[in-house]
T-cell receptor
Framework: GAVVSQHPSWVICKSGTSVKIECRSL??????MFWYRQFPKQSLMLMAT?????????EQGVEKDKFLINHASLTLSTLTVTSAHPEDSSFYIC??????????????FGPGTRLTVL | DAKTTQPNSMESNEEEPVHLPCNHS???????IHWYRQLPSQGPEYVIH???SNVNNRMASLAIAEDRKSSTLILHRATLRDAAVYYC?????????????FGKGTRLHILP
């Protein structure tokens, strides 16, 4: 199956700093990538949809100036948490889709990045 | 989006079959039924999907009711590694770029 990687797998940062998380599709080109956030014991919450070369579409309630998404190529999307605060501590997961191959878009998930803001 | 309803949690003994139910009474004719699972501290992984007929793969079986308003994910012989949160999700086959909205899922505990 298709592989999606994330880097870093975990990060600890001080309050007020910015953190960049990378999401890569390793063996396929992804038309669309998605970013999710997950707090402990809760379900995944979709943050935004990202298409290569265009601006991301954010879900209601997600601050686009705080969570900057750049989808520079068909294999790489980045999420930057700007001026991180302790309440941004969470598990961030990306996913990527391959379009056109099947009757639906398979979605492949990365392993997640655990962000802890001190 | 059509909604699904799942029990919050279930328990099963190791090496026994597990039946995870999902209700989706407002399913539309173009919705596929997908199941994903999330192991602890990992991203979700695809398990199985179907439209109308029952489906089998190496991980599980999917039994779909005749009226499609419910489905059951069947793990034939649960192991400790199957302990995870299982999500039942409807995906519209006519919306090729549709996003996945996760519900709360069912947390499956496997007892040794």
């Amino acid at each position: 199956g298709a592989v999606v990687s994330q880097h870093p797998s975990w990060v600890i940062c001080k309050s007020g700093t910015s953190v960049k998380i990378e999401c890569r599709s390793l063996d396929f080109q992804a038309t669309t990538m998605f970013w999710y956030r997950q707090f402990p014991k809760q379900s995944l919450m979709l943050m935004a949809t990202s298409n290569e070369g265009s601006k991301a579409t954010y879900e209601q309630g997600v601050e686009k100036d705080k969570f900057l998404i750049n989808h520079a190529s068909l294999t790489l999307s980045t999420l930057t948490v700007t001026s991180a605060h302790p309440e941004d501590s969470s598990f961030y997961i990306c996913s990527a889709t391959i379009s056109g191959r099947l009757s639906y878009n398979e979605q492949f998930f990365g392993p997640g990045t655990r962000l802890t803001v001190l | 989006d059509a909604k699904t309803t799942q029990p919050n949690s279930m328990e099963s003994n190791e090496e026994e079959p597990v039946h995870l139910p999902c209700n989706h009474s407002t399913i539309s004719g173009t919705d596929y039924i997908h199941w994903y699972r999330q192991l602890p501290s990992q991203g979700p992984e695809y398990v199985i999907h179907g439209l109308t007929s029952n489906v089998n793969n190496r991980m599980a079986s999917l039994a779909i009711a005749e009226d499609r308003k419910s489905s059951t994910l069947i793990l034939h012989r649960a192991t400790l590694r199957d302990a995870a949160v299982y999500y039942c999700i409807l995906r519209d086959r006519e919306n090729r770029d549709d996003k996945i909205i996760f519900g709360k899922g069912t947390r499956l505990h496997i007892l040794p």
